[in-house]
Antibody, heavy 122, light 111 residues
Framework: VQVVQSGGGVVQPGESLRLSCVASGFSFSDYGMHWVRQAPGKGLEWVSFIRFDGTPKYFPNSVKGRFTVSRDNSKNTLFLQIDSLRPEDTALYYCAKAFGGNSEAYDAFEVWGQGTMVTVSS | QSVLSQPPSASGTPGQTVTISCSGNSSNIGSNFVYWYQQFPGKAPKLLIY???RRPSGVPDRFSGSKSGTSASLAISGLRSDDEADYFCAAWDDSLSGRWVFGGGAKLTVL
């Protein structure tokens, strides 16, 4: 069971970026998936969750309207589209498989990706 | 800044038992399960303990978790040099429409 991340990089404020996470070793379409980020020198922050059926949930308010989580179950792939990037979005972004089939947002992180760095700087 | 409070560091000598604490409140640890993760520098976090005190398959029984009220603890017995890593706790928080909260992590040093 693993999740392998890609995307990320250095972008300017206001630009967009799409992060990807490819899953293997489990039935991707049966599990919810999380996104968590960690800004340099700061603690972990939960960003979003998407149910197995594509229903999204976002936190905190600062990402609502700018972050879009989606998934392609036919390709075992999770996405995080980040628009209108701000310097405070600079962080290491992790995707993580949630516990249990038909998982909900309150189901914890069972397997994590390796993380992908997003740097927003002019 | 982290919602769950952990000591920033812990240490012990090989063979010893080390305990790392995680303190929260009634809306997170007090009413939900606690999870513990191990993370080596530059690597993905790995689940060590789930639902307060359960170990995933493959995690040695040297690692154990407990919870009491609004606090939780991770104990590592028979400390080994390769246990040197960061350890952080996580719990669901029922406030603000629900969210995950984390501890700031404790850096374990094996002396």
């Amino acid at each position: 069971v693993q999740v392998v991340q890609s995307g990320g990089g250095v972008v300017q404020p206001g630009e967009s970026l799409r992060l990807s996470c490819v899953a293997s070793g489990f039935s991707f379409s049966d599990y919810g998936m999380h996104w968590v980020r960690q800004a340099p020198g700061k603690g972990l922050e939960w960003v979003s969750f998407i149910r197995f059926d594509g229903t999204p949930k976002y936190f905190p308010n600062s990402v609502k309207g700018r972050f879009t989580v989606s998934r392609d179950n036919s390709k075992n792939t999770l996405f995080l589209q980040i628009d209108s990037l701000r310097p405070e979005d600079t962080a290491l972004y992790y995707c993580a498989k949630a516990f249990g089939g038909n998982s909900e947002a309150y189901d914890a992180f069972e397997v994590w990706g390796q993380g992908t760095m997003v740097t927003v700087s002019s | 800044q982290s919602v769950l409070s952990q000591p920033p560091s812990a240490s012990g000598t090989p063979g010893q038992t080390v305990t790392i604490s995680c303190s929260g409140n009634s809306s997170n640890i007090g009413s939900n399960f606690v999870y513990w993760y191990q993370q080596f520098p530059g690597k993905a976090p790995k689940l060590l303990i789930y639902r307060n005190d359960r170990r995933p398959s493959g995690v040695p029984d040297r690692f154990s978790g407990s919870k009491s009220g609004t606090s939780a603890s991770l104990a590592i017995s028979g400390l080994r040099s390769d246990d040197e890593a960061d350890y952080f706790c996580a719990a669901w928080d029922d406030s603000l429409s629900g969210r995950w909260v984390f501890g700031g992590g404790a850096k374990l040093t094996v002396l």
